[in-house]
């Protein structure tokens, strides 16, 4: 019987990605597939998964990583879809925090039964988010407002902070694609950083700084942390 409930798969082999979005497509299933790690976060900010069925050998990132990621930070069942296929594998899979590890090749008839177990458990629990980012900034509170001219980010309680040149540009990259993630890489160029450790420490400094700047004032920073990629602003934002 159809499920409506959404799933993701991230898998690089293109042609097995496209495969497996077909198959389960054709089985009921609404299916995103995606083929990086990075592309997974820009998606998982979109829009909510009751599935994500995650590659361990991913190009940008450890599939382990990006397991135990969606592990703590959402209620996303979890299957892990590898070619390795030792007990040490299956265990740090386990770990991670993968609920089902299936070894390729997998026949799609076990894969599309895996979902419908994970889907029933889903549906004997409580109700609740199946995405919740870390700081929320509640939606009834409206849209948040930049003003480049006037180097002005303000609340969507009125408050108006000042920024530096340094915050004001990385805002600017931030709101360039809503809600999309934006890697570390791209800041640090676009920033004027070098791509080193001392790099990396001024960037994390930075945003460090600004999200207290903002927390200062009471409320929720937006500025929201996609692990080991990049960030994103989770909040409404209208550039004036």
Not at 3 to 17: M, R, T
Not at 23 to 49: C, H, I, N, R, W
Not at 123 to 130: G, I, M, R, S, V
Not at 155 to 174: A, S
């Amino acid at each position: 019987m159809p499920n409506k409930c959404p799933i993701i798969i991230v898998e690089d082999d293109k042609p097995l990605l496209n495969s497996v979005v077909k198959y389960l497509t054709l089985d009921g299933y609404q299916v995103t597939g995606v083929s990086t790690a990075y592309e997974f976060y820009q998606q998982m900010y979109k829009e909510p998964y009751a599935v994500a069925i995650l590659d361990v050998g991913l190009p940008d990132q450890n599939g382990l990583v990006l397991t135990e990621y969606v592990r703590n930070n959402t209620d996303m069942r979890i299957i892990m879809f590898t070619a390795r296929a030792s007990v040490d594998d299956q265990i740090a899979g386990q770990q991670a925090g993968a609920d089902i590890y299936l070894i390729k090749p997998v026949d799609f008839r076990q894969l599309s039964a895996s979902i419908a177990t994970l889907l029933g458990r889903l549906a004997q629990e409580p109700p609740k988010p199946l995405f919740v980012p870390n700081n929320p900034v509640s939606q009834s509170q409206g849209s948040w407002r930049l003003f480049p001219s006037n180097w002005v980010l303000e609340t969507p309680l009125g408050v108006r902070i000042k920024l530096t040149t340094k915050e004001l540009d990385f805002m600017t990259l931030l709101v360039s694609n809503p809600k999309a993630v934006i890697s570390r890489l791209e800041l640090l160029d676009k920033l004027g950083y070098f791509n080193t450790e001392s790099g990396n420490h001024a960037l994390q400094s930075l945003i460090n700084r600004f999200r207290q700047k903002i927390e200062s004032h009471n409320i929720p920073s937006p500025i929201q942390t996609a692990h080991a990629v990049g960030y994103t602003f989770i909040g409404e934002i209208v550039v004036e």
